[in-house]
Nanobody, 117 residues
Framework: QVQLVESGGGLVQAGGSLRLSCAVSGINFRIGAMGWYRQAPGKERESVATISEAGTTDYADSVKGRFTISRDNVKNTVSLQMNSLKPEDTAVYYC???????????WGQGTQVTVSS
């Protein structure tokens, strides 16, 4: 069974930093893109940052310049370094991995990030 386990969420003051990590296990296929998504109360889930197998990154405009996504293809992990956090970054953050060549993806259970004013 595919397992995606996020860690690193928590409560932080505005302007602070957090680093989210996602460990993937139970994968018996080649992983393509990996990413982080978030969902705040009353809002749709949105893409925060994605990274391709080759390392190409894409960021939401709201986090560009503040967040950095990275991956380790050997360990099958993806991380999100979040700096200069703002209260509007408060959300549940979800890890996502996609299979190459096949439209199939897996999601983590989510980790809460709360940024206080």
């Amino acid at each position: 069974q595919v397992q995606l386990v996020e860690s690193g969420g928590g409560l932080v003051q505005a302007g602070g930093s957090l680093r989210l990590s996602c460990a993937v296990s139970g994968i018996n296929f080649r992983i393509g893109a990996m990413g982080w998504y978030r969902q705040a109360p009353g809002k749709e889930r949105e893409s925060v940052a994605t990274i391709s197998e080759a390392g190409t990154t894409d960021y939401a405009d709201s986090v560009k310049g503040r967040f950095t996504i990275s991956r380790d293809n050997v360990k099958n992990t993806v991380s999100l370094q979040m700096n200069s956090l703002k209260p509007e970054d408060t959300a549940v953050y979800y890890c996502n991995v996609k299979r190459i060549y096949v439209k199939q993806e897996s999601w983590g259970q989510g980790t809460q990030v709360t940024v206080s004013s």
